[in-house]
């Protein structure tokens, strides 16, 4: 069994900062890529930044200069640092982590349940 578990989300205003957590616990061999994506009221859920286990990062464009991936490889966890926050952020956040289980010789892409941000006046 792998757990994906999220943490960090809230109310922040605009402008603010929150950090976000996700560690990866269980059967694990080996973790992957990390990464962070998002879902708006009504919208499709879309990549906000990765990291590969060589620490290569990725961001979409509405994120770049305002939020920083990292992860610390010896606790499988990945952290999501957003600052200037606008309300168009607003959205739940989900985590995923590609990861090779103990019990499966496969790679496979397990989701956390989502942390809820909010930015808002």
């Known amino acids: 069994q792998v757990q994906i578990v999220e943490s960090g989300g809230g109310l922040v205003q605009p402008g603010g900062s929150l950090r976000l957590s996700c560690a990866a616990s269980g059967s694990i061999f080996r973790v992957y890529t990390m990464g962070w994506y998002r879902q708006a009221p009504g919208g499709q859920r879309e990549l906000v930044a990765t990291?590969?286990?060589?620490?290569?990062?990725n961001y979409a464009d509405s994120v770049k200069g305002r939020f920083t991936i990292s992860r610390d490889n010896a606790k499988n966890t990945v952290y999501l640092q957003m600052n200037s926050l606008k309300p168009e952020d607003t959205a739940v956040y989900y985590c995923?982590?590609?990861?090779?289980?103990?019990?499966?010789?496969?790679?496979?892409?397990?989701w956390g349940q989502g942390t809820q941000v909010t930015v808002s006046s």
């Open positions: 990291s590969t286990s060589g620490d290569s990062t």
């Open positions: 995923n982590a590609e990861i090779q289980p103990l019990t499966v010789w496969v790679r496979t892409i397990y």
